[in-house]
């Protein structure tokens, strides 16, 4: 099994910044990915950005504003978010993808971290 544990969620106001961090641990075999997910109350949950065997990505609504990182061994991302605004006020879930086969793949989450950004 694996296991994701997150911090560093919280209150803060537009404009400011906070750092999310998620620690996989367990059995991490075929690691194909690490990334963030949101989720607003109302909304569908969404990616944020992801790092992994095919790149670097992030949603339009981040890009030039948050960054995500790993650390050497692999099972610890980041995501630093800069000039937050009010609308990246959500909760946020970290995801971790094993590749289980040729085509398959098995996705586990964290728990959630809310982050509110008040206005």
């Known amino acids: 099994q694996v296991q994701l544990v997150e911090s560093g969620g919280g209150l803060v106001q537009a404009g400011g910044s906070l750092r999310l961090s998620c620690a996989a641990s367990?059995?991490?075999?075929?690691?194909?990915?690490m990334g963030w997910y949101r989720q607003a109350p109302g909304n569908q949950r969404e990616l944020v950005a992801r790092v992994g065997t095919g790149g670097t990505n992030y949603s339009d609504s981040v890009k030039g504003r948050f960054t995500i990182s790993r650390d050497n061994a692999g099972t610890t991302v980041y995501l630093q978010m800069n000039s937050l605004k009010s609308d990246d006020t959500a909760v946020y879930y970290c995801n971790l993808v094993i590749r289980t086969g040729v085509v398959g793949f098995r996705d586990y989450w964290g728990q959630g971290t809310q982050v509110t950004v008040s206005s």
């Open positions: 367990g059995r991490i075999v075929n690691l194909s990915a």
